[in-house]
């Protein structure tokens, strides 16, 4: 069975920084990459940042860099490091993982606000 628990979430100043883990059970990260999305109140959920199995990280214009994955990646953990926080940045953001058409996993979500 397949979990993904994303921590880290909470309040910070604008200008600041948190750490978004993504713990998954079941699966091994380092062989089925993984995204994550966030998602504001009444809209789409919007890709954040991806890293592939084959390492390569990618990410969302809105974020580039600001946002980066942590060098500590192993097969159960991945950790998104926010930096430089707006006031903007501040929805729910989860851990997606998906694996050919018809596997998609989704974490319940963490919240993320940032004061201006």
């Known amino acids: 069975q397949v979990e993904l628990v994303e921590s880290g979430g909470g309040l910070v100043q604008a200008g600041g920084s948190l750490r978004l883990s993504c713990s998954a059970s079941g699966i091994a990260l380092r062989n089925t990459g993984m995204h994550w999305f966030r998602q504001a109140p009444g809209k789409q959920r919007e890709l954040v940042a991806t890293m592939t199995a084959e390492g390569r990280m990618d990410f969302a214009d809105s974020v580039k860099g600001r946002f980066t994955f942590s060098s500590l990646v192993t097969n159960h953990r991945v950790t998104l490091q926010m930096d430089s926080l707006k006031p903007e940045d501040t929805v729910v953001y989860y851990c997606?993982?998906?694996?050919?058409?018809?596997?998609?996993?989704w974490g319940q979500g963490t919240q993320v606000t940032v004061s201006s």
């Open positions: 997606n993982v998906k694996i050919g058409p018809l596997y998609d996993y």
